[in-house]
């Protein structure tokens, strides 16, 4: 197992890649306070460079390899936020990212990582494909492997969008993180276990795709298989890595069913009048099932991206 | 006519409204300045209380009332954003909102209205009839009229967000503002005429609904007549009020295609991630139009609201 990120490597993280990424708003809604008897702080990471946290863990995954490793350049497999946000990252620091991407992947998502300027290269929508495609690329190119989650220094990035947020608001109850493969989630305990231990962390993830709520139930991990949502960032699963972070330090996940993220969505466009995916409402879809639970506590969502392909809204 | 804000006026409306308004954020986006080749500052005043700047002169007019005034309660006739506004305001300030609205107004816009606590009162979709029912309602309860913009109360309001702008932006080149009846234009004109007079301000209308472009240009003030345009903000004409100011201080009208009012509102809800309504967009459609004007310039967009019907996006 890849070794658990220190307090140390936190507080590194942040000193390194302050400088290129937004230290992004939080947002409140009185009206959805009043809907909901909550105290809610949406920690807006739609907002953030690239659209998504995933710039927090690139940039410090990118700033943590040798001057030689960069040059040689990085490449991922992923189709996207990741791979988005390491793109720029890579542009950023005048070095070359390749992704690789099953040849099925929907063109919005590719366009994004193009305009950022890294190659892509397709593969068969299998994970022996993708596997394989990224080695051979490896081995004949040199360049670093950057995972998007199982990654001490991506997870160490990610962990200071919880950071900021329990700095800007303080006396917060709970902040509740989605979960897909648990790079954020992972990295929201890490800086509440480290900075602000009084604070609990929720993940949220869909019904559909419960992979994690069920892998921390029986204390295995489950692979995620036909995982079925509209919250297309949370259908990967736990690493080693990311499992045991999870199990020692989240309070518990709460998962939702599909209809609540789509009102959740909804309420966030109408009443914050910002653009976020399915994969970051589902945080307020919890609110939205467990109303009683949350009732008059002072809660943080990690609000992670924005990148929605606008002609498929599902409303 | 109706007397034009004085500097004092504004100075005041400044400080009374402060504490009920919020100080928008200013957004930039570097692929969009990328992409147009100029440095855009976007006033999000979609994020304003009630989702629109409206709300800045809603709150100057209810405190510019004597107690008896505010006690009896005001009404105006509007179905935008003015109605929601004024509403959430009267709310605010302890009194009654009367709000007519024509009985083919959308369901959204009434159901924001009577959220915020307002009493709709439907006439016919003629101008005749929603002037006789105010009136009569005017008279039979003596409510005070606040005309959503030919009133320099409403003006003096709306001329803080621009202010706010040109405060936190400094070196603008231009202030770009929608333009309907005229009140948030006018409020910039003399923001920049008392405060900063270097700034030119251009004003955006849809070439489909363009009678205050051909107002300043024939010196006469043409009625709005069958206007078309998906910006349902800017569908009214200017008052003498607004024709005044506007004519004395606006640089130019530049008046937008409907293709570049949308694909300025996918821009902003791709890039951005926010939710603008088409009368916002327009101000960035005209930097679409007039690319070569704009070129390496500063400019601010007054992004004046985001109250949309989300089932009717034109994308």
């Given at each position: 197992m890849k070794p658990i990120p220190t307090k140390d490597d936190l507080l590194n993280a942040r000193q390194r890649i302050e400088k290129y990424i937004h230290k992004t708003p939080v947002m409140t809604s009185h009206s959805i306070n009043e809907l909901l008897q909550c105290n809610l702080f949406f920690k807006?990471?739609?907002?953030?460079?690239?659209?998504?946290?995933k710039m927090r863990g690139a940039t410090n995954a990118l700033l943590s390899l040798s001057n030689e490793e960069l040059k040689k350049g990085v490449i991922t497999h992923s189709s996207g936020n990741h791979a988005a946000a390491l793109s720029l990252a890579a542009k950023t620091f005048n070095t070359k990212a390749t992704v690789v991407m099953?040849?099925?992947?929907p063109e919005f998502k590719k366009q994004a990582v193009v305009n950022f300027g890294a190659e892509v290269i397709f593969c068969e929508p299998t994970v022996e494909s993708r596997v394989n495609t990224t080695n051979s690329l490896i081995e004949k190119y040199n360049y670093t492997l950057i995972h998007s989650y199982d990654n001490p220094n991506i997870i160490a990035g990610q962990s200071t969008a919880a950071w900021e947020l329990f700095e800007e608001i303080q006396n917060l109850d709970y902040i509740i993180s989605p979960v897909g493969g648990g790079g954020v989630s992972s990295g929201t305990c890490l800086a509440c276990k480290y900075f602000n231990p009084k604070v609990k962390v929720i993940g949220a993830e869909p019904k559909g795709a419960d992979d994690a709520f069920r892998s921390l139930r029986d204390k295995k991990i489950y692979p995620s298989i036909n995982p079925k949502s509209i919250a297309d960032g949370l259908l990967t699963q736990l690493s080693e890595l990311t499992y045991n972070i999870l199990s020692d330090n989240i309070q518990e996940i709460i998962t939702v069913e599909e209809e609540n993220i789509i009102n959740a969505m909804r309420l966030i466009y109408e009443r914050l009048k910002i653009i976020v995916e399915p994969s970051s409402a589902i945080t307020l879809a919890v609110i939205l099932e467990k109303q009683v639970q949350f009732k008059d506590k002072n809660v943080g969502l990690?609000?992670?991206?924005?990148?929605?392909?606008l002609n498929k809204l599902p409303f």
């Open positions: 807006c990471e739609n907002l953030q460079r690239a659209g998504a946290f099953p040849k099925t992947a990690i609000i992670t991206g924005g990148n929605v392909d």
